[in-house]
Each structure stands twice: as C-alpha cells, then as structure tokens.
C-alpha cells in the first residue's frame, strides 16, 4: 500500500522560514513529484513539482523566488523549503506523486488530476 507522509508544517510570523518533507513508504517510485496547497474556502492549487532525477522543477508564479522543492538522496523524499512566507501561504500543504515515470506535458505537472497518490496534508500558518 503506497503510503506518502507529509511532515514540517507549523505556525510561523510572516517573513519566516519552514521545511516541509515528504516520505514515500510502500513501493519505490521513479516518478514525479510535486506540492499542492489548500487554504480555507479555495480550491486546491499547484505549487511546485520536480522530476524523477530533479533536473525539472515548476513553481506556482506567486512562490517563485522564495520556494525551493528537491528531491532527497533516495528519491522518494522530497522537500519543500518555504522561506520569507506570506500570510497568503497559509494553507494545507499536500505532496503527491503519479504512477508515470514522467509527465509527457509539461502542464501536467501542474495539473492535480495527473497525480495519483497524495498525502494526509500539513498545516501551515503565517501570521502577519
């Protein structure tokens, strides 16, 4: 059973720094992975996705700059480290990961219905 476990999140003052980490246990993915978010009354939105070899990377505009995902030595962790955070950020942090060794559209990666495995989420906060 795929299992992805979602770690790192907290309350933190805007202009604040978290890591959040993903951990995937259940079989061994050669896959793309990537984070989404959920705040309270929105939809689920992309935030940033890396390849199976980290050569790729994506980030939603709004975070560019100051989020930066990569992937662990073992590949099936990845990371997410949130630096100078808005209270904008706040929301439920989700990883996932797909089936497919790697997206053949680039837009997939953005794309959640592309994702097949998700995580229980974490919560972020940013006070202002």
Do not use: H
């Amino acid at each position: 059973q795929v299992q992805l476990v979602e770690s790192g999140g907290g309350l933190v003052q805007a202009g604040g720094s978290l890591r959040l980490s993903c951990a995937v246990s259940g079989r061994t993915f050669s896959s793309p992975m990537g984070w989404f978010r959920q705040a309270p009354g929105r939809e689920r939105e992309f935030v940033a996705s890396i390849s199976w070899t980290g050569g790729s990377t994506y980030y939603l505009d709004s975070v560019k700059g100051r989020f930066t995902i990569s992937r662990g030595n073992a590949k099936n962790t990845v990371y997410l480290q949130m630096n100078s955070l808005k209270p904008e950020d706040t929301a439920v942090y989700y990883c996932a990961t797909t089936e497919e060794p790697y997206f053949s559209d680039p837009t997939y990666a953005t794309d959640s219905r592309k994702y097949d495995y998700w995580g229980q989420g974490t919560q972020v906060t940013v006070s202002s």
